[in-house]
């Protein structure tokens, strides 16, 4: 999924700076990463925090390409860490990583379970779920929502492993193969 995000740069910094960014409806950001080659220091901006909330609850979530604007120039980013308030859940900070389109990144994918088990119909047994998510590398283009794995075959006392999972070109899987799933 594609997002876009247009940002301000921030000039103050510090604590009261933040508290009055928040005040007026915006939270405090920070974009890392290199730009053409050169490195980059980071540059704070300011976002609105629903539309960065937007797209953190899409079905992507943090793995969502963010086309993010700025002075008129438009740069990929994706979101490599977010703040929450403990109590209230509102979006206190953001960190944003610039990519690179053509280099590969790691990410970690979520497993979604498809079909029933057999070994739950016919033989009264339970499916556990243990690994809910992988980590991949891939480019930042073919990054997968999610990874499906069919159970609809599997007995009593069998297994999903990571080996087992069909390859997909576009995506290699960092974990250790004999990861069960």
């Given at each position: 999924?594609?997002?876009?995000?247009?940002?301000?740069?921030?000039?103050?910094?510090?604590?009261?700076?933040?508290?009055?960014?928040?005040?007026?409806?915006?939270?405090?950001?920070?974009?890392?990463?290199?730009?053409k080659?050169?490195?980059?220091?980071?540059?704070?901006?300011?976002?609105?925090?629903?539309?960065v909330?937007?797209?953190?609850?899409?079905?992507?979530?943090?793995?969502?390409?963010?086309?993010?604007?700025?002075?008129?120039?438009?740069?990929?980013?994706?979101?490599?860490?977010?703040?929450?308030?403990?109590?209230?859940?509102?979006?206190?900070?953001?960190?944003?990583?610039?990519?690179?389109?053509?280099?590969?990144?790691?990410?970690?994918?979520?497993?979604?379970?498809?079909?029933?088990?057999?070994?739950?119909?016919?033989?009264?047994?339970?499916?556990?779920?243990?690994?809910?998510?992988?980590?991949?590398?891939c480019?930042?283009?073919?990054?997968?929502?999610?990874?499906?794995?069919?159970?609809?075959?599997?007995?009593?006392?069998?297994?999903?492993?990571?080996?087992?999972?069909?390859?997909?070109?576009?995506?290699?899987?960092?974990?250790?193969?004999?990861?069960?799933?």
């Open positions: 999924m594609d997002a876009m995000l247009e940002v301000e740069k921030r000039q103050g910094h510090g604590k009261n700076e933040a508290r009055r960014l928040r005040a007026a409806g915006r939270i405090p950001a920070v974009v890392y990463g290199s730009r080659g050169k490195a980059l220091e980071a540059m704070p901006v300011a976002v609105d925090p629903k539309a909330m937007r797209i953190l609850h899409s079905e992507s979530g943090a793995n969502t390409l963010i086309t993010l604007k700025l002075d008129g120039s438009e740069s990929r980013v994706m979101v490599k860490e977010y703040q929450l308030d403990p109590i209230t859940h509102k979006l206190l900070h953001a960190d944003f990583f610039e990519l690179a389109m053509d280099r590969a990144i790691t990410v970690t994918v979520p497993i979604s379970v498809r079909g029933e088990a057999a070994g739950v119909k016919q033989q009264g047994g339970l499916l556990d779920f243990v690994t809910r998510e992988i980590q991949v590398q480019l930042p283009t073919d990054i997968p929502e999610r990874i499906d794995i069919d159970v609809s075959e599997l007995m009593l006392h069998q297994a999903v492993r990571l080996r087992d999972v069909p390859p997909n070109p576009k995506w290699k899987p960092l974990n250790d193969p004999d990861t069960m799933i």
